[in-house]
């Protein structure tokens, strides 16, 4: 089966930096966009970045020159590097890729998403 595993979260004083990796694993084929999305407490999920197969990236406004997401398409990980953390950053982190994956010799694309990874920004 196919699976995301984020590592990286943990607590860091307002203006640190933190970095969070996500591997995917299984029988996968190939991997589209892979982007990393948040939910504060209280609030609704939003997207952080996202990144194409082709290296594109995208960011959330509120964490643009702050935020770089990366890929290593050879070891089907994405990561995501945040520098000048605000106490407003303070989130699960969740990391999601379109994945085509084979099972019993059938081709599947499905959108996955891995456990979440706690990050906390507090002096």
């Known amino acids: 089966q196919v699976q995301l595993v984020e590592s990286g979260g943990g607590s860091v004083q307002p203006g640190g930096s933190l970095g969070l990796s996500c591997a995917a694993s299984g029988s996968i084929f190939s991997i589209g966009a892979m982007a990393w999305y948040r939910q504060p407490p209280g609030k609704e999920r939003e997207l952080v970045a996202s990144?194409?197969?082709?290296?594109?990236?995208t960011y959330a406004g509120s964490v643009k020159g702050r935020a770089t997401i990366s890929r290593d398409n050879a070891k089907n990980t994405v990561a995501l590097q945040m520098n000048s953390l605000k106490p407003e950053d303070t989130a699960v982190y969740y990391c999601?890729?379109?994945?085509?994956?084979?099972?019993?010799?059938?081709?599947?694309?499905?959108?996955?998403w891995g456990q979440g990874t706690q990050v906390t920004v507090s002096s």
């Open positions: 999601n890729a379109d994945i085509t994956y084979r099972n019993v010799g059938i081709y599947y694309t499905d959108d996955f």
């Open positions: 990144i194409t197969n082709g290296g594109l990236t």
